[in-house]
């Protein structure tokens, strides 16, 4: 109960600051309109359900150092599949990988499958029961995907 | 600085420009459905990457910039789940990958 108090209102904080980032415009009128749109949002959060299992929202301040890691794996792996694009023979050798998932709950284990997807080369295809079925375009980055850190960032950044 | 700032976006958007490009040229010359989505790949993380770095530079200190990184945001939160959900209906109405499941990524032999 309390960790779900808390995390609707981190969620209510979240999409006020949202909503005055999107609008600009600063009127009594619509200020009152985005702070009802705030609270019914939330409220049909918990009519969904969301705040029934754990939400995710505290991943958010470990998110930055992530991104950096993703954002060079994603520039390191597009200038090989770029290179593989532009190659007159067009070199692929596309096989199919299983892949332990090493974050134990949803949130991190859909983190880390997006992830693999966002790399140029590699793209997950099925995620059941934390194994997840990847498809990658040459064998080194079937290799970069099942000895990179990856796995190990999405568990570290999902857990505690 | 603005000088500056101008020719470092035009670098961002020209490279976004290429990689959309090489995004689009990979998925004509790919071979099939699953090799022609890594390369449609490309073009959703690298490209979409840098181009709106390229505008939100252009954009300066100001509300655009924070909308703009928020529609980065959302593109990168969006475009893998739909790329998921065509690869998994892909798989699930039999479309097979050619290449055998391996669990050893080096090992030649398939299961």
Redesign the interface.
């Known amino acids: 109960m309390r960790r779900s108090v808390r995390s609707a209102l981190l969620l209510t904080l979240l999409l006020v600051i949202a909503w005055l980032f999107w609008s600009g415009i600063y009127k009594p009128l619509l200020l009152w309109l985005g702070a009802l749109s705030c609270v019914l949002s939330v409220y049909l959060a918990y009519r969904v359900g969301f705040f029934d299992r754990p939400t995710g929202l505290h991943v958010l301040p470990r998110l930055p150092r992530y991104w950096l890691w993703l954002v060079g794996e994603i520039g390191r792996s597009s200038i090989d599949v770029c290179r593989i694009v532009l190659h007159p023979r067009l070199p692929i050798d596309p096989r199919v990988v299983e892949l332990r998932a090493a974050p134990q709950g949803p949130v991190g284990q859909v983190i880390l499958s997006n992830a693999i997807t966002l790399a140029p080369g590699t793209v997950t295809l099925d995620l059941h029961d934390g194994n997840l079925l990847v498809h990658c375009l040459t064998p080194s980055s079937a290799q970069s995907l099942t000895s990179g850190p990856g796995n190990r960032l999405s568990a570290e950044l999902t857990t505690g | 600085m603005a000088l500056v700032l101008d020719i470092l976006s035009w670098l961002l958007l020209s490279a976004g420009g ?2 959309v490009l ?2 689009g ?2 998925a004509l ?3 099939n459905f ?2 022609r ?3 449609a ?2 073009t ?3 490209g979409s ?1 840098l181009i709106l770095l390229g505008i939100i530079l252009q954009a300066g200190w100001s ?1 655009p910039t ?2 703009l990184a ?1 529609i980065l945001v959302f593109l ?2 969006t ?3 739909a ?2 959900a065509l ?2 209906a892909a ?1 699930l109405s039999g479309m097979r ?7 050893n ?2 090992g030649d032999a398939p299961e």
């Open positions: 290429f990689f090489s995004g040229i990979g010359r790919m071979p699953y090799t989505m890594h390369a790949s490309l959703d993380s690298a990457i509300l924070i909308k928020a990168l939160l475009g893998p789940t790329t998921y690869a998994n798989l990958p050619e290449a055998a499941v391996r669990n990524v080096a």
